[in-house]
């Protein structure tokens, strides 16, 4: 299948294991954040959301936090499986309310 | 209810060719976004238009690009005279208006040769 990226960061986790993939944005202007979730030959498919107004938002076995002092947001993926390989992509709205920054993304590949 | 609708998946043109790049948005939708994808890179925002409008058109380049939204019939995004660097996965999102739930679609694999 088509490769994203062949030098993502790569994060490999044992079937079973909890994930947390990392994210630095940018712009201190953003005020709603959302990762995708990119599986090969596909588009980005939306995981989970949150504002500027949150620290931590929960999904079905997805968590995102957002700390907003170090401009860092991560996504917690709980008891990993192997569809959840994929690259992953945070995204910040910058001063706009329509266009999404992206990260450089992760590739995330689970061990049966 | 079909999602965003890109077409042709894959698209092969030699270098001083045109390339033409078609999104339908989901229903109900009314804004359209371009994003391009350089390999082992992010989506980098293109232009943002509505129908018979181009909102914001900042990241696309300024020669040999353009795009439309007519009032009936898909968006198309538009490259004149390709060159191999406009080789890269080209995704459209739509979303009602307001900006917010983008849903994205399956993306347009230009490769020039």
């Known amino acids: 299948g088509e490769s994203v990226g062949l030098h993502l960061p790569t994060l490999s986790v044992q079937e079973g294991d909890n994930s947390i993939i990392n994210c630095a944005y940018s712009?201190?202007?953003?005020?709603?954040f959302i990762w995708y979730k990119q599986e090969s030959g596909k588009g980005p498919q939306f995981i989970i959301d949150?504002?500027?107004?949150?620290d931590k938002r929960q999904g079905q076995r997805v968590t995102v936090l957002l700390n907003k002092t170090v401009k860092h947001l991560s996504l917690q993926i709980a008891a990993t499986q192997p569809g959840d390989s994929a690259v992953y992509f945070c995204?910040?709205?910058?001063?706009?309310?329509?266009?999404?920054?992206f990260g450089s993304g992760t590739r995330l590949l689970v061990r049966p | 209810n079909a999602g965003v609708m890109q077409n042709p998946r894959h698209l092969v043109r030699r270098r001083g060719q045109e390339a033409r790049l078609r999104c339908s948005p989901m229903?109900?939708?009314?804004?359209v976004y371009w994003y391009r994808q350089l390999p082992e890179e992010g989506l980098k925002f293109m232009v943002y238009?509505?129908?018979?409008?181009?909102?914001?058109e900042s990241g696309m380049p300024k020669e040999r690009f353009s795009a439309e939204f007519p009032k009936e019939g898909p968006s198309i995004l538009r490259i004149q005279q390709v060159v191999r660097g406009d080789s890269a996965a080209y995704f459209c999102?739509?979303?009602?208006?307001?900006?917010?739930?983008?849903?994205f679609g399956s993306g347009t694999r230009l490769t020039v040769v």
């Open positions: 999102a739509s979303s009602p208006p307001g900006g917010s739930g983008y849903t």
């Open positions: 712009n201190s202007a953003s005020d709603y």
């Open positions: 949150i504002r500027s107004n949150m």
């Open positions: 995204a910040e709205n910058g001063d706009s309310s329509y266009k999404l920054i």
């Open positions: 229903k109900g939708h009314s804004h």
């Open positions: 238009l509505q129908k018979e409008n181009i909102i914001d």
